[in-house]
């Protein structure tokens, strides 16, 4: 599904990713773990095209491919949440959930601003109910999203995400924020999602690390220092050491 071998990436001669390595197959859920600082988010945005990559090597669906641009990642079957919602908060949930599928429409999102056709428009709508159905939120379509309360925003952002019907979807941070019942929810909406598509997950919140993933990869000061199942990596006695301390 997607494999990353030797990536590196500096920012200013500071190492931020050494020669890290990982494979996501099909319908599976890995996390990436590890102290501030560690390279999650920095990995992450390589996937994303948002970062220069130094080096390494990426197949995508068992094919070679140059490390990505932002504007291609839909085509390639790639889709992000974001730490932050990001929500524009003068639009209903509906609209916020369109913008994302604006690269999956010929006119995109530029031309959506100034008017789709019946038939784009349509469409468009189709694949947010779809997305928001997914996340039990079509409910809300109509809502302005400046009244929604925060745990339905996490909701509606990771709809967003999935509208462009990802084969690969970057979950970072997706329980941050959130109560234990909440946590409990997401908990559940991943498992569900891993039938459909492939997860990386980034989250600090350890209870919904260790119920969701297949595979752990742990990151210390940009490196790879462990991965493998769940339990082999909770009992990893440098991953205590650096990381997971009374989590193990």
């Given at each position: 599904m997607l494999s990353v071998k030797d990536l590196s990436i500096s920012f200013g001669g500071l190492k931020a990713l050494n020669k890290v390595s990982l494979e996501l197959n099909k319908n599976e859920i890995i996390g990436l773990i590890g102290p501030n600082g560690a390279g999650k988010t920095t990995l992450f945005n390589a996937l994303s095209g948002l970062v220069e990559v130094d080096s390494g090597e990426l197949e995508i669906h068992d094919k070679a491919h140059r490390w990505p641009k932002p504007h291609e990642l839909i085509k390639l079957g790639i889709s992000r949440t974001l730490q932050g919602v990001g929500l524009f908060p003068e639009l209903t949930v509906l609209e916020n959930v369109m913008i994302g599928a604006s690269n999956t429409s010929r006119t995109g999102l530029i031309s959506a601003a100034l008017g789709l056709s019946s038939k784009d428009e349509t469409h468009l709508k189709e694949l947010a109910m779809t997305a928001?159905?997914?996340?039990?939120?079509?409910?809300?379509?109509?809502?302005?999203?400046?009244?929604?309360?925060?745990?339905?925003?996490?909701?509606?952002?990771?709809?967003?995400?999935?509208?462009?019907?990802?084969?690969?979807?970057?979950?970072?941070?997706?329980?941050?924020?959130?109560?234990?019942?909440?946590?409990?929810?997401?908990?559940?909406?991943?498992?569900?999602?891993?039938?459909?598509?492939?997860?990386?997950?980034?989250?600090?919140?350890?209870?919904?690390?260790?119920?969701?993933?297949?595979?752990?990869?742990?990151?210390?000061?940009?490196?790879?220092?462990?991965?493998?199942?769940?339990?082999?990596?909770?009992?990893?006695?440098?991953?205590?050491?650096?990381?997971?301390?009374?989590?193990?």
């Open positions: 928001l159905e997914r996340v039990y939120a079509t409910s809300l379509a109509n809502r302005r999203a400046d009244t929604l309360d925060y745990p339905v925003t996490k909701r509606v952002a990771l709809a967003r995400a999935l509208i462009s019907q990802p084969q690969i979807l970057l979950l970072d941070e997706p329980a941050g924020g959130l109560g234990a019942q909440d946590i409990e929810w997401m908990n559940s909406l991943i498992h569900n999602l891993s039938s459909q598509c492939s997860v990386i997950l980034v989250e600090h919140h350890m209870d919904v690390v260790m119920s969701v993933c297949d595979r752990l990869y742990v990151l210390n000061f940009g490196e790879v220092i462990a991965s493998g199942d769940v339990e082999s990596v909770r009992r990893n006695p440098d991953v205590v050491a650096a990381y997971l301390g009374a989590h193990a």
